[in-house]
Structure formats: C-alpha cells, structure tokens
C-alpha cells in the first residue's frame, strides 16, 4: 500500500527540549516536503526537498531543520521548540513538486 | 514569491445546492492549480487540478475553471451531499515553474445544511 508515515501523531513537549518527527514514503518518490497547519492561516511549507541530500527553505523555515540522507526518509527536527511551533504538521512526497500526498499528520503541542 | 487569496473562509449551503469556492494568485507564470479536501481530523487530499492550458475541468459533481487573464480559479460542486463537508483548500506553485512546492490558500470551510 502506498504511503507516507509520521511519528509520532501525538507529541507534547516542553519549551527547549529537542524533537525529531518522522517521515517516510514507500512510493520512491523524489520530492518531499514539511508543511503546517494553523488556524485561519491554512498550509504553509516550512522545508522541502528534491532528492538526496538536496534541501530548501521555505516559507517558514525558522526553528526547524530537515535532513535528507535517504530517498524514503525526511525527518522534521526542532532543536529549541518554542510555544509558537505547536501546530499541525504534514510532511507530503510526490514525484513532482506541485502534487503532494501527505501523511497523517503529527499534532505536536509545546508548553 | 506566489500569493493565493480564497473566498470565503466559510461556506454554508443546503443540501442539494451547488457550491463555489473562489481564489486569485499573484504570479502571471503559475501554470498548475490542485485543490485539496481536509475532512475533520483526516489529511487533505487532492480532488481536482486544472493546468493553465485548459480553462475548465470537471469530474462527476466537481468542478473547477481557471481564468488567466483574471488570475483567478474557482472549485465548483454541484448537488452537495453530506459528505462534501470539509474545508478546502486551493493552491498554486510557490514559484511560478512549480519546482518548490505549493503555496496555498487559507481553507473554505463547506458545511452542507440538511
């Protein structure tokens, strides 16, 4: 079955501890990205990558990193996590950039 | 870099009527628009896209046109049902080649009233 997995779904956390979320795809996919989710603000890409070890900004990457080491695998890291990143995160893979299928979803609370 | 508008951020029509779900973008060279559904808790999902080539698309009971020289795109669904609730969510390419990912819309929630 084709996929893309995250873990944690659920994760609540405290200001400043470090946290990785998973990501991988099963569809051999190129393109992989992060989004996330607020109210009234709708999706927005924070990293995205094109293939192995090729990674870039995007609109708000401020507070997280991403790594690329291998084609299924695309983890979100937040060295510092602060309050204002609790959100919704989708991380998403496709063969081409404009057509994304995302994953279940990560809810990720900070205090 | 793109900038996508969507009206309006709440919808609410009676079963059985159609919908129409509208949204502009900035970028002259955006040549492909996908629309996503997000059911409550669920991830979006893409229904329907439309390239800049074609002005109109449709699929059974959705639809979607595109307008160019406007700039703007538009979902349109027709015969409502229940399960057409769900906020929507339109997009366009975060540059206009489409190589960076999507911008998208700030969502339309659709509630369909019995």
């Known amino acids: 079955e084709a996929q893309v997995t995250q873990n944690p779904r659920y994760l609540i956390t405290v200001t400043g501890k470090k946290l990785t979320v998973t990501c991988s795809q099963n569809m051999n996919h190129e393109y992989m990205s992060w989004y996330r989710q607020d109210p009234g603000l709708g999706l927005r890409q924070i990293y995205y990558s094109m293939n192995v070890e090729v990674t870039d900004k995007g609109d708000v990457p401020e507070g997280y990193k991403v790594s690329r080491k291998e084609k299924r695998n695309f983890p979100l890291i937040l060295e510092s996590p602060s309050p204002n990143q609790t959100s919704l995160y989708f991380c998403a893979s496709s063969f081409v950039s404009s057509r994304p299928f995302f994953g279940p979803g990560t809810r990720l609370t900070v205090l | 870099g793109e900038n996508v508008e969507q009206h309006p951020s709440t919808l609410s029509v009676q079963e059985g009527d159609s919908a129409v779900i509208k949204c502009t973008y900035s970028?002259?060279?955006?040549?492909?628009f996908p629309w996503y559904k997000q059911e409550l808790g669920k991830r979006p999902q893409l229904i329907i896209d439309?390239?800049?080539?074609?002005g109109e698309k449709k699929d059974q009971r959705i639809a979607v046109t595109l307008n160019k020289t406007a700039k703007h795109f538009s979902l349109h669904i027709t015969e409502t049902q229940p399960e057409d609730s769900a906020v929507y969510f339109c997009?366009?390419?975060?540059?206009?080649?489409?190589?960076?990912?999507?911008?998208f819309g700030k969502g339309t929630h659709l509630i369909i009233q019995p």
């Open positions: 970028d002259s060279a955006s040549n492909y």
């Open positions: 997009a366009a390419p975060r540059s206009g080649g489409g190589a960076d990912g999507l911008t």
């Open positions: 439309i390239r800049s080539n074609v």
